[in-house]
C-alpha cells in the first residue's frame, strides 16, 4: 500500500500476534564454571568474550585480533550493525592476553580460532558447547551467557550499555534476569 501497488486493506489488520514470553533462564556463576571447565580452550575463550563483552555469539565470532586499537575492542554488531569500542581492561585484558599467546599451527586474525588458525563456525561452536553441558547437565544454551552479562551487572544502564540497546526497556526485558537488590537493613 506505502509504495502505491495495491488499494487494498492490510490483510493483517485485527490479527492478534502470539505474545512473546521472553527467556527467564539465568546462569549462575557456579553453572557457568562447570560449563567452562568441560570446555575446550576455544569454548572457554569464546564463552568468556561473550560474558564479558555482553555480544552474541555471531559478534564474538567475528571479533579480529585487528579490531583492538588505543585500548579498545572495536564491534560492529551484527544485528544492529551498531559499532561499539569496548575498553580492554581487567578481566577482559587477561582473556584476550591468553588468546592472542596460545601456541598454534598457524595464526589467524580471528580471537576465535582454530588450531589452523580459521575462524571458528557456528556450528563448530555449537558442537563443542553442546558436549560440554552434556556432560555437566547444563539445562542453558550459549546465548543465556549475554543474559547473564546483563543480569550480573551493577546497573541496568551499565548492562544497555554493554548490550548495545538503544531502549533500557529492551535490556530489562529480555536480558536483565532478576535485579540484584539488597535486604532491608533494620538497624
Do not use: C
Amino acid at each position: 500500500r506505502e509504495q502505491g501497488y495495491t488499494s487494498k486493506s492490510n490483510p493483517t489488520t485485527g490479527i492478534k500476534r502470539n505474545p512473546e514470553k521472553p527467556r527467564e533462564r539465568y546462569v549462575t556463576d557456579e553453572e557457568y564454571q562447570a560449563v567452562w571447565d568441560k570446555a575446550d580452550a576455544i569454548l572457554q575463550d569464546a564463552m568468556d568474550l561473550a560474558l564479558l563483552t555482553g555480544q552474541r555469539k555471531g559478534d564474538v565470532l567475528n571479533m579480529r585480533i585487528t579490531d583492538i586499537a588505543d585500548g579498545y575492542l572495536f564491534v560492529r554488531q551484527g544485528k544492529t550493525n551498531k559499532p561499539m569500542r569496548i575498553k580492554i581492561e581487567g578481566e577482559l585484558a587477561e582473556v584476550i592476553e591468553r588468546i592472542k599467546s596460545r601456541s598454534r599451527k598457524a595464526y589467524g586474525n580471528w580471537l576465535i580460532q582454530t588450531d589452523t588458525g580459521q575462524r571458528v563456525t557456528h556450528e563448530m561452536l555449537r558442537g563443542r558447547s553442546d558436549k560440554a553441558r552434556k556432560e555437566v547437565g547444563a539445562d542453558w544454551t550459549f546465548q543465556d551467557i549475554r543474559a547473564k552479562s546483563a543480569s550480573d551487572s551493577d546497573g541496568l544502564t551499565e548492562a544497555q550499555e554493554r548490550l548495545g540497546h538503544e531502549d533500557s526497556r529492551t535490556t530489562r526485558r529480555h536480558y536483565r534476569r532478576g535485579e540484584k537488590v539488597s535486604p532491608l537493613k533494620r538497624k
